[in-house]
């Protein structure tokens, strides 16, 4: 029953693009790239147990990297992408030596400290980044040779993109190394004791999760061919943040539900409803009162519940 | 107070019925409506602006009943929020799902500078509010015309009228700490000291900055203080700077979203006699003015201001471009040719564009006044035909890079 | 004998006496803002993230009252509204925190859903634009210090700090309810187990803790103005001084509110290139070296 909805899903994703105008493709595409920075940031939330507000360093400085070598530096976009993923991922090692010094809310706290040093530089090197004028004019990539600038062509290549994001974070929390990691995320002076080191787990995935972070960073600055310092505030990290909750932060799934919600709200319903940030509110607080764990938890259980009660 | 996009479009629906009993008296191309797509900015921190420019082309497209050159109009509203991401899906949203046949707005120059590229690529002529000066200068688009001002166009005259009527010598300039402040600056400054005042201090304040304490205190004196804020930035911080006692020591001037209609309807007398800058003020007295002026005072009970006058005088533009192709907006070349080609009074004034796209008209300087109770900006002073280049040769001043916060460099700061 | 002084040693003199001056109203300021969010957090282990928002609640009341209301005092206004806000607080907890006491993610989600609906609630209600908070009239002439002027208001804003810190020790150390609460943060089972009505007692702060933001909102008025936005730009200067002084200790939002106030005024005058790192990079080094902050307990 389950891999006959899977694979209904599968189909259905494949073949949006022949039956939805080029506005819902895009929506979907902008969705695609959500659900991974969603995904990456679940890492860290669901998985790791710490709460971080600062996630969108990685989407920004991965974006503004490659906006820079290709734009300015004349480099061809593989090795922007690479350059960029790289440098993101350095810096997500050294921003994860500080933030690990704390826990809880003080490691939010650096979290977002961090990502306001960023943004604050954004808007600051202007001669650099253009400041709050952005980064404008900016080209996709042609993987081999296949221009993405249409939306169908584009919303492929974000959707195999994400497949390889989902697949490979999925593999890292439900392989031994991720079982040690929810480990370290419920009991970490007991994982301490039993020889495990919590410190370098925490790293490693943290690391990690920056590197997705900024994976989705690029497919954010090839979607948009426009890079601004509003990518790297507070507002998009805790976006994603609520998504990642409302959706249901210990699973594989609830990421991309919560992304999709959030991202819908903002950019759909916000035509036909004027106070749709008090909607988003509003939301929020009524999965939380009825589904304290997210979406996709909720409605499995519910689901569970209507099968037992069937029988 | 804002009007609901359901309440709109139904309003529409009603008047386009009773508008199709009165007589055609232009043949329109297409039996369907003209469709015009407003982005405005309505939750986020540039909300007043976005607000304000829904009412007023709610309000130009109500006293018209709906319908241009003959032809009915659709209006289709897309809330920014300020933010460049969504200022694009919003594009896309009125480009392709509502296929508007052109735009409106945005207000903030890096919502603009997001969607250039789709719109020049989609093809849709785009009437912009944004200021940022290398949307008409150096990166023009065919497709994109401007009705207000660049950031510095307005800054100019009244630098010119500094130095050659107050007699200032030194000028301190005050801006947030982005392109539109570091831009208007930049054209104060030049003009300013090409008449051989001095700027002797720059000051640019981060863009969340809830308390302007710390730089009231850094203001060395002057004669004037130039203030290149918008928002209601501006009168927060003339607040504190009569709070610290020096209001009584310098002079204050500003830039045209210094002391704004909206900002100024909050404020006391300690905004009497202060001097800005702008390419409108409600106070005009052209027939076109005094008659839009008085009813978005009755309707809204406040005067309109730079973002209400922007859209207004854009509308205007518009209508006048749609009546020269008798309301065919399919043919998207030619429509873009008449509005480019505009000569048209509107309640600013008399409004040209100019090769790339940019508005010449009237500057104007307000004083700040009490009139039947209220605070008024008065106007003291006209230039006419204000260009974006102001008296520089134009190939010139293209040559140099685009104003920012350290172009042209300040020579004159005490240190 | 300032008069004595050369025009340049006058200006250096001015400079550090009005920065210093502004420090300390940036301190009182945000003390006001960030010992509700202290109280909150020490006690209920909870990040009230809404508390931006309570607080620009509290300067919506303020402006409004203040200025339909000619002879309205600011006082008596700042009272009623810390007790609307108080009261909205206490509603929210009741009906929504009190559910989430083991959901910490849900807490996050929830306080910021909150956020979003009171800002909107605000820009629905009051528009978009800036509306000022009138100085009373009394406090309007600036003071005279050592020949330099400084307005008046923001003196007084330093005393209204000292007192609530006054106010709030002596409610901490020397009543009842001030021992159950010192108890519960201490230790919460313990304090159950004793028979202190933990679950009330988490109302009650909450209560405590938004009403304070809401009166700090009236008060800061004069100076921030209400806006939209104001709750974005306020809450990240509360968990900076929370996290910087030490969670759980008063002492610390105290002395952590005045230490933020003299890095901010000073840093923006002297190093204005570093304008937005200025806040965050004390705290970044704090809590990279001393993560509990510099009065917290280990173990926060």
């Given at each position: 029953m389950k891999w006959i909805a899977a694979a209904l899903l599968v189909i259905l994703l494949l073949l949006l693009p022949s039956f939805a105008g080029d506005f819902y493709v895009n929506l979907a595409s902008q969705i695609l790239i959500a659900a991974i920075f969603a995904l990456s940031l679940n890492l860290l939330v669901g998985y790791g147990g710490m709460t971080s507000l600062g996630h969108a360093s990685y989407l920004g400085v991965a974006a503004y990297i490659s906006a820079l070598l290709t734009s300015r530096y004349g480099f061809g976009h593989g090795p922007a992408a690479v350059l960029s993923i790289a440098g993101t991922t350095a810096m997500a090692a050294f921003f994860g030596v500080i933030a690990l010094r704390a826990t809880g809310l003080g490691f939010l706290m650096i979290t977002l400290a961090l990502s306001q040093v960023l943004w604050g530089l954004a808007y600051r090197m202007s001669n650099v980044?253009?400041?709050?004028n952005g980064i404008a004019g900016l080209t996709r990539p042609m993987p081999f040779g296949i221009s993405l600038d249409s939306a169908a062509s584009f919303y492929w290549f974000a959707l195999v993109v994400a497949s390889f994001a989902y697949l490979m974070m999925t593999i890292f929390v439900s392989s031994s190394f991720g079982s040690s990691l929810k480990g370290v995320r419920d009991q970490p002076r007991r994982m301490a004791a039993l020889g495990f080191n919590p410190w370098m787990i925490r790293w490693i995935t943290f690391v990690y999760a920056g590197f997705w972070g900024g994976v989705s960073g690029l497919l954010y600055v090839y979607y948009n061919k426009y890079i601004h310092p509003t990518s790297l505030s507070t507002t998009s990290s805790a976006e994603a943040l609520l998504g990642v909750i409302a959706g249901g932060s210990g699973t594989p799934g609830g990421p991309l539900v919560g992304a999709a919600l959030v991202l819908l709200l903002k950019n759909y319903a916000s035509a036909y409803i004027e106070r749709w940030n008090m909607l988003l509110g509003l939301v929020f607080l009524f999965i939380v009162l009825v589904m304290p764990t997210g979406i996709v938890p909720g409605f499995s259980r519910l689901a569970t519940g209507l099968r037992r009660g069937s029988r | 107070m804002t009007i609901s996009r359901r309440q709109f479009v139904s309003s529409v629906g009603g008047a386009s019925i009773a508008g199709m009993a009165a007589p055609n008296l232009v043949f329109a191309q297409n039996n369907g409506p003209i469709r015009i797509g407003l982005l405005a900015a309505?939750?986020?921190?540039l909300a007043s602006g976005g607000i304000d420019m829904e009412l007023a082309m709610a309000m130009f497209l109500k006293e018209r009943e709906n319908t241009l050159a003959g032809r009915k109009v659709e209006l289709i509203v897309a809330d920014t929020a300020g933010a460049p991401a969504t200022a694009r899906t919003k594009a896309q949203e009125l480009i392709e799902k509502n296929n508007i046949h052109c735009i409106i707005g945005p207000l903030a120059a890096f919502e603009a500078l997001a969607i250039a590229d789709y719109l020049t690529e989609k093809e849709i002529p785009t009437l912009g509010v944004a200021a940022a000066e290398d949307m008409t200068q150096r990166h023009p688009s065919p497709w994109f015309v401007r009705l207000t001002s660049t950031s510095a166009q307005c800054a100019y005259p009244l630098a010119d009228y500094s130095a050659k009527e107050l007699k200032y010598k030194k000028i301190v300039t005050i801006a947030d700490d982005f392109a539109y402040g570091h831009e208007m600056c930049a054209g104060f400054q030049r003009s300013f000291e090409d008449n051989?005042?001095?700027?002797?201090q720059k000051i640019f304040t981060p863009l969340a900055t809830p308390d302007y304490g710390s730089y009231v205190a850094q203001v060395k004196s002057a004669d004037a203080i130039f203030l290149g804020t918008a928002g209601s930035n501006g009168f927060r911080f003339i607040r504190q700077f009569i709070e610290y006692g020096l209001k009584d020591k310098m002079a204050v001037i500003g830039g045209m979203t210094a002391l704004d209609e909206s900002v100024l309807r909050n404020m006391g007398d300690e905004a009497l006699g202060i001097l800005t800058t702008s390419w409108y003020s409600a106070e005009l007295d052209n027939p076109l003015n005094k008659v839009f002026a008085a009813a978005f005072r009755k309707q809204f009970k406040y005067d309109p201001g730079y973002y209400a006058g922007g859209v207004y005088v854009t509308a205007e533009v518009l209508e006048a471009a749609l009546k020269t192709t008798k309301g065919n907006v399919e043919d998207k070349k030619a429509l873009m040719t008449a509005i480019r080609g505009s000569s048209v009074e509107t309640v600013r004034g008399l409004v040209k564009i100019d090769e790339f796209g940019n508005a010449i008209g009237n500057v104007y300087i307000r004083k700040v006044a009490r009139s039947d109770g209220r605070l008024v900006n008065s106007v003291i002073k006209t230039y006419p035909?204000?260009?974006?280049?102001?008296?520089?040769?134009k190939t010139e001043f293209l040559k140099n890079p685009v104003y920012s916060r350290d172009y042209p460099p300040a020579k004159n700061l005490e240190l | 004998m300032v008069s004595q002084l050369s025009e340049q040693d006058r200006q250096t003199m001015q400079f550090w006496i009005i920065q210093g001056l502004n420090s300390l109203s940036l301190g009182g300021l945000l003390f006001l803002l960030s010992s509700g969010f202290s109280l909150i957090f020490g006690l209920m282990r909870l990040a009230n993230l809404t508390h931006g928002a309570f607080f620009m609640l509290g300067t919506y009341f303020g402006a409004i009252a203040l200025r339909s209301y000619d002879g309205l005092n600011i006082w008596v206004t700042a009272l009623g509204a810390g007790i609307a806000v108080a009261a909205i607080g206490g509603l929210f907890e009741r009906l929504v925190l009190t559910r989430l006491k083991t959901n910490p993610l849900g807490q996050v989600l929830v306080t910021l859903g909150m956020s979003f609906i009171i800002s909107d609630a605000c820009l629905l209600l009051w528009g978009g634009d800036s509306i000022p908070v009138p100085t009373p009239r009394n406090l309007q002439s600036p003071t005279r210090v050592l020949g330099f002027v400084f307005p008046t208001y923001r003196l007084v804003l330093v005393g209204c700090a000292i007192g609530a810190a006054v106010a709030l020790y002596f409610l901490l150390e020397r009543t009842r309810l001030g021992a159950m609460i010192r108890a519960g943060v201490d230790d919460g089972q313990m304090a159950r187990a004793v028979g202190i009505p933990v679950s009330n007692l988490f109302t009650v702060v909450f209560c405590l803790g938004t009403g304070i933001a809401g009166a700090g909102g009236v008060l800061g008025g004069p100076i921030l103005s209400a806006y939209p936005g104001l709750d974005a730009d306020m809450l990240p200067l509360a968990l900076i001084v929370v996290i910087l002084g030490g969670i759980g200790s008063l002492l610390g939002a105290f002395i952590g509110s005045f230490v933020i106030g003299f890095i901010y005024t000073f840093g923006t005058a002297l190093f204005p290139e570093l304008a937005y790192i200025i806040l965050f990079l004390p705290m970044i080094v704090v809590i990279a070296f001393r993560p509990q902050g510099l009065f917290g307990r280990v173990g926060a």
């Open positions: 980044t253009n400041g709050d | 309505k939750t986020g921190p051989g005042g001095k700027i002797i035909d204000v260009s974006q280049f102001w008296t520089y040769d | -």
